[in-house]
């Protein structure tokens, strides 16, 4: 694959493993241990154990998906504005969809719908020294070929399924890495302005009502007004604005 990325770093040093627990964990590993380039890419066709976001698990069918996680050194970015690297690399997923359909989202913190159909799982583990980013893990989970899920799973799709196509994983990989890196150059070259334009552009039902619940069950409706530099949700509802962490607030769909 790496022959074919045409950019500069993102994918150009391609590590390829038959099974991984976690290619999170492997890179957190590699990263503590020694300095992979900038770009490194560890990517498995089976992940055993692979991580979600808030403590949950992602399962992917072997061989069907991509599962990978990418290793980048934003060090010029400050740790109170890591959520700017989240919201590029959401972009860099949602353009890359973008080819393909108009219905793409980005569901707030940064799982990649079509519709109301997710897509794309992302989780980014930050290694932090002092006040900056010393490493970013950035764990890509997208749904390539597999059009069979567990049925627990409230809204899943694929490519394929959305295609009606199989599609070669490698060449799916080689296009998105160039689409991460172009978002990541625009972090780099200290474009926020575009970036959080893009994103709340992108960002599923921005503008819209739309019911939310809180962690005891209790629902409300609200409508989302944006995100605060460390990436809470603004919510607007009838007793004023409220923002959110990703464990305080779920959607209704
Ligand atoms: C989520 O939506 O909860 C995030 C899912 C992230 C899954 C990817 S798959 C590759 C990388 N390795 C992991 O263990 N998790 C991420």
Avoid at 135 to 161: H, M, Y
Wanted: proline content about 4%.
């Amino acid at each position: 694959m790496s022959n074919l990325t045409n950019t500069l770093f993102v994918g150009k040093v391609l590590l390829r493993f038959e099974a991984l627990e976690s290619t999170n964990e492997y890179a957190v590993n590699l990263v503590s241990k020694n300095k992979p380039s900038e770009g490194t890419v560890i990517t498995a066709f089976d992940q055993t154990k692979g991580r979600g976001q808030i403590g949950r698990s992602w399962s992917s069918e072997p061989g069907k998906n991509l599962t990978f996680s990418l290793i980048l050194y934003p060090k010029m970015l400050p740790v109170r504005h890591q959520f700017l690297l989240n919201q590029a690399i959401a972009l860099g997923l949602s353009d890359y969809l973008r080819q393909y359909f108009k219905d793409v989202r980005i569901k707030w913190p940064n799982d990649i719908y079509i519709g109301d159909r997710k897509i794309c799982g992302i989780l980014i583990q930050n290694l932090l020294s002092g006040s900056n980013i010393q490493a970013s893990i950035i764990g890509i989970g997208l749904n390539v070929n597999q059009c069979e899920f567990d049925p627990s799973l409230p809204n899943p799709t694929s490519l394929a399924k959305e295609m009606g196509k199989t599609l070669d994983l490698d060449e799916v990989l080689a296009k998105l890495c160039e689409s991460l890196e172009l978002r990541y150059l625009q972090l780099r070259a200290d474009k926020p302005s575009i970036l959080k334009k893009d994103y709340l552009e992108q960002l599923y039902r921005f503008q819209e009502s739309a019911l939310f619940q809180y962690p005891d069950g209790k629902l409300f409706s609200g409508q989302i007004v944006g995100v605060t530099e460390a990436g809470k949700l603004r919510i607007h509802h009838q007793n004023g604005e409220e923002h959110f962490d990703v464990r305080e607030v779920s959607f209704v769909i």
